[in-house]
């Protein structure tokens, strides 16, 4: 007995001894760093200033250098090489075991005592050996800065050791430009390899100053193109300098380079990250030896400080996307002391020099596929800048951005180096020397710089378009001053390893120890390319592969990230995958191979030799399959919304966005009698309103909506197309919005027009008492079932005092004998409307299904609220929905599930912003005239770590200078910016001081649909990523496939954000496809046809020509219209008082529709229903309750 009681004891020892050893084994990072005295790897790159050269004389003086990685001696081991600064150069050969032994003094290759930056590995002569290509920069004269050629002459087969020599004037790359990189391509496809050197030459010039950009090749930081011309005599290229006959023009401070096929037509184009205002370059390959930059044209914004990019597939599209990198930090201290104040003013000089939008931050731009123009031509790709939403968008002071799946699960993670010795960005410092320069030693002044000493940052791929930092958990959490960063499998054990090029410190050697865990899920397959004679490493191909239903795509390019080369050889990580189905290389030179049933875990060298031709690259030049076509020109419609640039940053710094450049509204209806959907366009100071009657031919012709003089100096908000006066044709309600006039503004009225049935309108002023209060839109419905249509009015904001609302109304028709007459009775009916909020939109909607219309209210800082229809009086109703406080811009209802019950759609901010508010963490407005000056002050907040790796506390957003203009009391509690980056939001007011302040918070950003659960309870649903990634504003609800479920088209985005927060760009107008059980999958614009990249605001559908359209207005840009290709069924046009319908569809499930009088932001739909084939019948009801019944 007690041999068992002993032995249950032991066993139980063991196995909590085996469940602790397990738990340790699962928690060892993923990244382990090799100690130089293992490795043999002492290289430091150490910069030493002095009197004659500093980060005060030259800015780039602590850039870094570059990681080489080559099998240099041919031993199936890959070797690194290190460029130095103020150093030599250093190669070390790889001898197994991640060991390493320095042989550049053997070798010959250390720099020969230049300034190196890049380093371009390279079989250059195709010789079957590797060479360095090494760019040099900063010294004078111009000869001190050669690029260097080291030309690999074979290994000493007793040593291991390769020898070079330098060759660079006899191949004709001895360039003197300051050049900081090299990429090698093949850019006028006759099979050999060109090269582009990026240029960066600070020419004494202010880099961030406003002025023309010189584009005629003259100035010296401006790239060059060299081309390869074999030299028969010397038996190897030599390289000419043809930049200005490619059109290689453009200046800039280059600070990164990237080849790649962007718009996959079979050339390479090149991608230029430029460091300062200098624009970002897009060189498009037009096939003849010449390349224009087309980058304002692929991208509607760019990081500002470009550093090192990547190009890579991250969401396994087979679409190439690319990263890019500059210096936000994550953390509310540094943020604070590198602020620099972007005002409203530099927006419009960017516009006015021809500079593109660029924001201190990383940028992400997530490659869509092609646009689809008019007449269904295909376009270029197109690109939405997502790292907002992916979650890399600050990763502070950063260079090299790589793109590489560290755990071999099938995403490509990303990896990042930063940190700097000596940060000149530092607020406090600049304001210190701008009063000490004068009589303060240049040395103290030096002493004087802090510096950004930080961890470098990896980021795990989720699969889902987003990132989680994985610093500390993988192993990377140690400070470091790093640069130039390459990956290669050191230890070919299957995954990848890292090396760091850091400056003043040793290089940093991370051994990547996934595979000692030996997991059959994160398998790998990896494939060297063997090319031909004249690009032996076939560089530029493309790796397709294809498995489980899965994809991944790789551009066989080892230039990449910052200054570096990572090995050349393509890694996937294939996750549980034992069984590759096929892999396919596009050669360059119109060659294709395909390999198939290939086994994972191993590394294969594909021949080229084995290559078939695939003939000439044709890309397609129509699309075929979209959903919609573009008839915007089609239809003689040629409209653009201009109105006068409001600035309302001046009248109060702080907001986060504009109020006045919502337009144009839109609605739609039958405005002249003719049965056809015509379209009502709003104005915006100084515009009339325009009126678009539609032909018999599906065309519109163009005419004034009235003269009426003072209709052009106001902002039209909401249209509303109703009959208020039962003579059967519909009338006109404008209400009136923006902020532009002072409160109590003439300009604030609504107007109110009566049609004679042929679309000719009369302004009568005596059909409503004036509200002179901004608006923001006018809905209609019989709310008290009297027969006639009643409204309501949404109140918007109190001029220069946002966010302090304003009331909203309740009109009752009251009319009679055709003269028009709507009473206010919001206090008797709705005194809930008097302090609602800030209305944004609102539907009238039978949220609880008792045939009685309910209104939904969305607004800005505030719930979506639903005001309960008790026989004509409303109350707000207790529903869940009051938890979620957000900027709900629009509301749409539909039946999303096919229940019979109306669900809704309400577009939100987004989640691609600066902001992203939680319940546990949201974002906050105080408001109250704080200084007593006389004018609203408004301040808002948000979370922020309090440092690098602190917690998150809550600090004003504003940075210390925009604070101090809006409260210039505040200068004297903020003497500096470091105690204004200290202050938490608690410490900016005291209690008495935010005594009487309008306080208000949100918690949720995500545009979602709401699912009706009966009972006015509801589940709120996010939409689908791709709607996440701007805010939305128009919507439209309607099977648009005739598959009987409902489909969803959004327009969006957001171009009049504050500076501070930058434009929300992302969204080019979107349809998602319903499958009836209230899931969504978002079409690509090649699918959808649904293109709208501007400042998208309203949208609404109609009938044209006998199919469903879509018209989508652009705040300061064209109208555009889309028009189903294929109509399915037949569309039946709603009689006046018809409000509802139960579609029964054929398989068995029924939908509920509403057919209202104005619905999602700035929008009013035709009144009409679809008969598709998915429709069994269709029962109507209206104000009476009489029915009828429509059979398919």
């Known amino acids: 007995m007690k041999f068992f009681k002993l032995f249950n004891r032991l066993f139980l020892f063991i196995s909590v001894c085996a469940l602790f050893l397990a738990s340790c084994k699962q928690k060892q990072p993923l990244f382990h760093e090799v100690k130089a005295d293992k490795s043999g790897i002492h290289f ?53 075991n991640m060991k390493f032994e320095d042989v550049t003094d053997a070798a010959g290759v250390n720099g020969n005592g230049k300034w190196c930056k890049g380093v371009s590995i390279i079989d250059i002569n195709n010789d079957g050996f590797m060479d360095i290509y090494v760019c040099a920069a900063v010294m004078l004269p111009a000869s001190e800065r050669k690029n260097l050629l080291y030309i690999n002459k074979g290994t000493d087969k007793s040593t291991g050791i390769p020898s070079f020599k330098e060759e660079a004037e006899e191949y004709g790359l001895a360039d003197t430009s300051s050049t900081h990189m090299a990429a090698f391509f093949d850019y006028d496809n006759d099979g050999d390899l060109d090269v582009y050197l990026l240029v960066n030459e600070l020419d004494g010039t202010y880099p961030n ?16 193109l060299l081309r390869n011309d074999w030299s028969d005599s010397l038996k190897h290229p030599v390289f000419t300098n043809v930049s200005k006959q490619a059109g290689i023009l453009i200046e800039g401070y280059g600070l990164g380079v990237s080849i790649t096929d962007i718009n996959n037509d079979g050339w390479k184009d090149i991608y230029v990250s430029n460091d300062y205002l200098s624009n970002n370059i897009l060189y498009i390959n037009n096939h003849d030896g010449t390349f224009t930059d087309r980058c304002n044209e692929y991208f509607k914004h760019t990081s500002k400080n470009a550093m090192g990019n990547d190009i890579a597939d991250i969401n396994n599209d087979g679409l190439e996307d690319i990263i890019e990198l500059d210096m936000a930090p994550a953390d509310n201290y540094r943020l604070k002391m590198i602020n620099n104040p972007v005002n409203y003013q530099t927006f419009q000089n960017t516009a006015r020099y021809g500079y593109m939008y660029q924001y201190a931050r990383n940028t992400l731009q997530l490659n869509l596929g092609p646009k689809v123009l008019d007449n269904d031509s295909i376009g270029p790709p197109v690109f939405s800048e997502i790292a907002y939403y992916s979650g890399i968008s600050q990763t502070d002071w950063s260079w090299a951005p790589l793109a590489v799946d560290a755990d071999n699960d099938g995403y490509r993670d990303l990896m990042i180096t930063n940190g700097l010795p000596k940060d000149l960005s530092d607020m406090d410092f600049i304001a210190y020397r701008n009063q000490a320069i004068a009589n303060t030693p240049q040395s103290v002044i030096l002493n004087q710089l802090p510096s950004v000493k930080i961890s470098n940052y990896i980021f795990h791929n989720n699969g889902d378009i987003t990132f989680t930092d994985k610093t500390k958990e993988w192993g990377w959490e140690m400070p470091t001053f790093s640069a130039g960063m390459a990956y290669a499998d050191f230890d070919r054990d299957g995954d990848v390893d890292l090396v760091i090029n850091n400056t003043n410190m040793e290089a940093t050697l991370m051994e990547n120890k996934l595979n000692e865990n030996k997991s059959k899920e994160n398998n790998f397959f990896r494939i060297q390319l ?39 050889v393509a890694h996937f990580g294939v996750g549980n995958a034992t069984v590759i189905d096929s892999v396919v290389v596009d050669w360059t030179n119109a060659k294709k191979q395909v390999l198939k049933n290939i086994t994972s875990n191993q590394t294969v060298t594909i021949n080229k030799k084995q290559a078939i031709e695939k003939g000439n690259f044709v890309a397609p030049h129509f699309a075929v399959n979209n959903l919609f076509t573009d008839i915007t020109k089609a239809a003689g419609i040629n409209f653009i919304a201009s109105e006068v640039d409001f600035i309302d940053f001046n009248i109060q710094r702080l907001i986060p966005h ?9 609605a739609t209806g039958d405005l002249n009698g003719d049965g056809k959907d015509d379209l009502l366009i709003g104005g915006g100071s100084p515009n009339y309103a325009t009126l678009f009657l539609q032909n018999a031919n599906g065309s519109f012709i163009k005419r004034n909506f009235t003269d009426t003089t003072a209709l052009k100096f106001q902002d039209d908000a909401g249209i509303c197309l109703f009959d208020a006066d039962g003579d059967g044709d519909l009338d006109v309600y404008i209400a009136s919005g923006g902020c532009e006039n002072e409160p109590g503004s003439k300009a604030y009225i609504d107007h109110f027009y009566t049609n004679d049935g042929k679309g000719i309108f009369k302004e009568d002023t005596d059909a409503f008492a004036p509200a002179y209060t901004t608006k923001s839109c006018v809905k209609a419905v019989d709310y008290d079932g009297d027969g006639d249509l009643d409204l309501f009015v949404g109140g918007r904001v109190f001029p220069g005092s946002f966010p302090q609302a304003v009331s909203s109304f309740l009109y009752r028709n009251d009319s009679k004998d055709g003269k028009v007459k709507f009473t206010d009775v919001t206090n008797d009916a709705a005194p809930a409307l008097r302090n609602i909020g800030m209305v944004c939109d609102a539907v009238w909607s ?48 539909a039946d999303l599930d096919n229940d019979g019950d109306m669900d809704y759609i309400i577009g939100n901010c987004g989640r691609n912003g600066f902001l992203n508010p939680s319940s546990q963490f949201p974002v906050n407005a105080f408001g109250k005239d704080f200084d007593n000056n006389g004018s609203f002050d408004a301040v808002f907040s948000n979370w922020l770590p309090s440092s690098i790796n602190g917690e998150l506390k809550e600090y004003p957003i504003a ?15 903020f003497p500096n910016y470091s105690s204004y980056a200290r202050t938490e939001m608690k410490d900016i007011f005291t209690e008495p001081e935010l005594k009487g302040a309008i306080r208000l918070s949100v918690n949720n950003f995500h545009s979602s649909w709401v699912e009706n659960k009966g009972n006015l309870q509801f589940a709120l649903h996010d939409l689908p990523a791709q709607a996440q990634w701007a805010p939305v504003y128009g919507i439209v609800a309607n099977d648009f496939n005739g598959d009987g479920n409902i489909d969803i088209a959004l327009n969006g985005n ?34 959808s046809g649904f293109y709208v990249p501007g400042n998208g605001k309203a949208v609404v559908q109609l009938v044209s020509n006998g199919k469903l359209s879509l018209a989508a207005a652009q705040n300061s840009s064209y109208l555009k219209l889309f028009q189903l290709k294929k109509q399915e069924g037949k569309i039946i046009l709603l009689l006046p008082n018809d409000i509802s319908a139960i579609v029964q569809l054929k398989n068995g499930q029924k939908r509920k529709e509403e057919f209202g009088y104005g619905s999602s932001f700035l929008s009013q739909s035709g009144r009409f229903i679809q008969l598709t084939p998915a429709v069994q019948s269709i029962e109507i009801t209206n104000n009476k309750n009489q029915k009828r019944i429509i059979n398919n």
């Open 44 to 96: 430091n790159n150490e910069i030493k200033e002095d009197n004659e050269l500093n980060v005060m004389h030259y800015e780039y003086i602590y850039n870094g250098g570059g990681v080489g990685i080559g099998d240099f001696n041919n031993d199936s081991l890959p070797d690194i090489y290190f460029t130095g600064s103020r150093v030599a150069n250093k190669l070390y050969i790889n001898r197994g």
């Open 209 to 224: 100053e406003f002025r023309p950009i010189r584009k005629d090749g003259s100035w010296p930081n401006t790239d060059r």
């Open 530 to 568: 063997m090319g031909d004679s004249v690009n032996r490493n076939g560089l530029g191909a493309i790796i397709h592969l294809y498995y489980q239903g899965k994809q991944q795509v790789y551009e066989y390019f080892p230039y990449r990230g910052y200054m570096s080369s990572v090995e050349n």
């Open 658 to 666: 504009k109020l006045t450049q919502y337009g144009p509204s839109l």
């Open 846 to 893: 039978d949220a609880d299904n008792d045939r009685k219309p309910d209104l939904i209210i969305a607004g800005e800082w505030m719930p979506v609220t639903i005001l309960k229809n008790d026989n004509g009086k409303f109350s707000i109703a207790k529903t869940n929905l009051a938890e979620q406080s957000g900027w709900w811009n629009s509301i749409t209802a």
């Open 959 to 973: 940075g210390r200078d925009e604070f101090i203009r809006e409260m210039s009391v505040m200068k004297g509690k």
């Open 1054 to 1087: 957001e171009f009049s954000m504050a500076p501070y927060l930058g434009r929300y760009d992302a969204l080019n107008g979107i349809v998602l496809q319903g499958d009836g059980k209230g899931n969504f999958f978002p079409l690509s614009i090649l699918q």
